[in-house]
């Protein structure tokens, strides 16, 4: 990064490196990968290009917001089942859902549906 980032007229790009770095090591930590692995995958997303736009302050907010934008914007896919007694009234609903990384063999098929 070559960028230098200001905000008020106050330096900040220390504080934008120290967010980049907590959130690479978070990313790392979550889904067991490497060091350069997470950092490509965080340098290519939108949250990346977003947290280096220092006007909008994401830059300022805790490691752990900044990852969940990151996964928010990630292939997943969601499961979902429910279980209902339909022959009661007053009767409970239970929902039950998963979620989970959306494999790359199933990328191409689900984006065409």
Same mark, same amino acid.
């Not at 995958?41 to 290009?49: C, L, N, V």
């Given at each position: 990064?070559?960028?230098?980032?200001? !905000? /008020? &007229?106050?330096? $900040?790009?220390?504080?934008? *490196? $120290?967010? $980049?770095?907590?959130? $690479?090591?978070?990313?790392?930590?979550?889904?067991?990968? &490497? !060091?350069?692995?997470?950092?490509?995958?965080?340098?290519?997303?939108?949250?990346?290009?977003?947290?280096?736009?220092?006007? /909008?302050?994401?830059?300022?907010? /805790?490691?752990?917001?900044?990852?969940? *934008?990151?996964?928010?914007?990630?292939?997943?896919?969601?499961?979902?089942?429910?279980?209902?007694?339909?022959?009661?009234?007053? &009767?409970?609903?239970?929902?039950?859902?998963r979620f989970?990384?959306?494999?790359?063999?199933y990328k191409?098929?689900?984006?065409?549906?």
């Amino acid at each position: 990064m070559h960028d230098i980032y200001f !905000f /008020n &007229g106050q330096d $900040i790009t220390m504080n934008v *490196c $120290i967010q $980049i770095h907590r959130v $690479i090591n978070l990313i790392q930590e979550q889904e067991n990968i &490497g !060091f350069e692995e997470a950092t490509g995958k965080f340098y290519h997303s939108q949250t990346y290009k977003t947290l280096t736009q220092v006007e /909008n302050g994401l830059w300022a907010e /805790n490691a752990e917001y900044i990852l969940d *934008c990151y996964n928010e914007e990630a292939d997943q896919y969601a499961q979902a089942y429910f279980d209902y007694d339909s022959k009661k009234s007053g &009767g409970v609903t239970k929902s039950h859902l998963r979620f989970d990384n959306l494999h790359d063999e199933y990328k191409e098929l689900y984006h065409q549906s």
